[in-house]
T-cell receptor
Framework: EAQVTQNPRYLITVTGKKLTVTCSQNMNHEYMSWYRQDPGLGLRQIYYSMNVEVTDKGDVPEGYKVSRKEKRNFPLILESPSPNQTSLYFC?????????????FGPGTRLTVT | GNSVTQMEGPVTLSEEAFLTINCTYTATGYPSLFWYVQYPGEGLQLLLKATKADDKGSNKGFEATYRKETTSFHLEKGSVQVSDSAVYFCALSDGSTDKLIFGTGTRLQVFP
């Protein structure tokens, strides 16, 4: 089954404790992206990657890191999480956003930073 | 800059009622327009799209027409079901950037 998976689905952590949210897709997509969803703000892009070893900042990259060492994986790293990073995070992938812009989304990771 | 504005929710309807969720956009050039749906506890799924003016996207009984003159892409369905309860996001892509720009989402609640 074609899908985007994220882990963990739920995470409660404390300020400053480094964490990684994993994202994996099995569709051989070149493009992957991370979004955060906050009430009243919709989805905002954090980082995206056009291909292996190619990453770029989205609209709200501060406090986040990403890496793209393999085509299928695109982890999101919070080196020192803060309470304002409490949010619902989505990973997405696409075969080529410049052609169709149909992105496939993972189920989401709800992060709470206390 | 490019932006999408959606009507605020929640929209509360009885089963079989007619649905309209308004979406207007601001963009340079000729964007593609999308409706995504988010069911409870799930990620977003593409519902329908339109890539040029006057195109009509349709899927699962939902429709939206790309209106360049009014910069709108309103979502409609003639008869909603309880299973349509979800959050609906309007989005655009202008083709020159590698990202979608989302509206804030509209929650639809359908009661039997």
């Amino acid at each position: 089954e074609a899908q985007v998976t994220q882990n963990p689905r739920y995470l409660i952590t404390v300020t400053g404790k480094k964490l990684t949210v994993t994202c994996s897709q099995n569709m051989n997509h070149e493009y992957m992206s991370w979004y955060r969803q906050d009430p009243g703000l919709g989805l905002r892009q954090i980082y995206y990657s056009m291909n292996v070893e190619v990453t770029d900042k989205g609209d709200v990259p501060e406090g986040y890191k990403v890496s793209r060492k393999e085509k299928r994986n695109f982890p999101l790293i919070l080196e020192s999480p803060s309470p304002n990073q409490t949010s619902l995070y989505f990973c997405a992938s696409s075969s080529d956003p410049r052609v169709s812009y149909e992105q496939y989304f993972g189920p989401g990771t709800r992060l709470t930073v206390t | 800059g490019n932006s999408v504005t959606q009507m605020e929710g929640p929209v509360t309807l009885s089963e079989e009622a007619f649905l309209t969720i308004n979406c207007t956009y601001t963009a340079t050039g000729y964007p593609s327009l999308f409706w995504y749906v988010q069911y409870p506890g799930e990620g977003l799924q593409l519902l329908l799209k339109a890539t040029k003016a006057d195109d009509k996207g349709s899927n699962k009984g939902f429709e939206a027409t790309y209106r360049k003159e009014t910069t709108s892409f309103h979502l409609e369905k003639g008869s909603v079901q309880v299973s349509d309860s979800a959050v609906y996001f309007c989005a655009l892509s202008d083709g020159s950037t590698d990202k979608l720009i989302f509206g804030t989402g509209t929650r639809l609640q359908v009661f039997p």
